[in-house]
C-alpha cells in the first residue's frame, strides 16, 4: 500500500525538477534561418551561453547531425581577438561569426584535433567583432550559399517550417542568454 503512494509521488517530484537525465531544461535547442538563395533553412542550435558552455563547445562528440550546431553566445562585445580553439574537437566544423543583429561577419572552416595536449591544435581567432558565433559541419555554409553580410534568422516557432515566421537574431531575442 506504502510503495502505490510513494511511486507516483517520486514521479511527480522528479518531474518538478526539471529532466530525469539531469539536462538543464533551459539548454533546449533553438532554430535558427540560414539564408539560403530565395528561402531560409532550418538549423537546430545547442545554446552555449555561460563559460562553462562556451569552453566545452562540440568538444568530444563523434558527430553532429547535418542541419544542427551550436550558437555561441556572449554578454558583450568581442574583440578581433577572440578565438575557438579546436582540442579534443573530432568533427570538422564551419564557424560564423555574427554583430549583435545576427549578420555573418566572418566564415572560417576549422580542422579537428585530437592532439593529448593540445599544443600543436590551431586557433582560430575571429578578426572581426562579433556578439555570437555558430559552430556547424564544416562545408554546409559553402553548400547553402552562405556568405559575409547576410543574416541568420531566429524562428519564433521551431521546427522544418519554422523559418517562414523568423524574427532578427540578438542576444536579447534569445531568453536563455538574459
Known amino acids: 500500500m506504502k510503495?502505490?503512494?510513494l511511486v507516483p509521488m517520486f514521479m511527480a517530484v522528479i518531474a518538478g525538477c526539471g529532466s530525469v537525465s539531469g539536462e538543464d531544461p533551459s539548454a533546449d535547442p533553438v532554430t535558427l534561418c540560414l539564408p539560403a538563395g530565395e528561402r531560409r533553412i532550418p538549423l537546430e542550435a545547442e545554446l552555449a551561453v555561460t563559460p562553462t558552455e562556451r569552453q566545452e563547445g562540440l568538444r568530444g562528440r563523434d558527430e553532429l547531425p547535418r542541419r544542427a550546431g551550436m550558437l555561441f553566445v556572449y554578454p558583450r562585445?568581442?574583440?578581433?581577438?577572440n578565438s575557438f580553439w579546436m582540442h579534443r574537437t573530432?568533427?570538422?566544423l564551419t564557424i560564423l561569426f555574427l554583430d549583435d543583429q545576427g549578420v555573418v561577419r566572418s566564415i572560417k572552416d576549422m580542422a579537428p584535433c585530437l592532439e593529448e595536449s593540445g599544443s600543436g591544435c590551431a586557433s582560430y581567432p575571429a578578426e572581426v567583432d562579433h556578439w555570437m558565433a555558430l559552430e556547424v559541419n564544416q562545408g554546409l555554409p559553402a553548400a547553402l550559399g552562405v556568405s559575409e553580410g547576410e543574416a541568420i534568422q531566429?524562428?519564433?516557432d521551431g521546427g522544418r517550417a519554422a523559418c517562414d515566421n523568423a524574427v532578427e537574431l540578438t542576444p536579447g531575442t534569445l531568453p536563455e542568454a538574459h
Open 90 to 92: 573530432r568533427i570538422p
Open 77 to 81: 562585445e568581442q574583440g578581433p581577438d
Open 154 to 156: 531566429l524562428s519564433q
Open 3 to 5: 510503495v502505490r503512494v
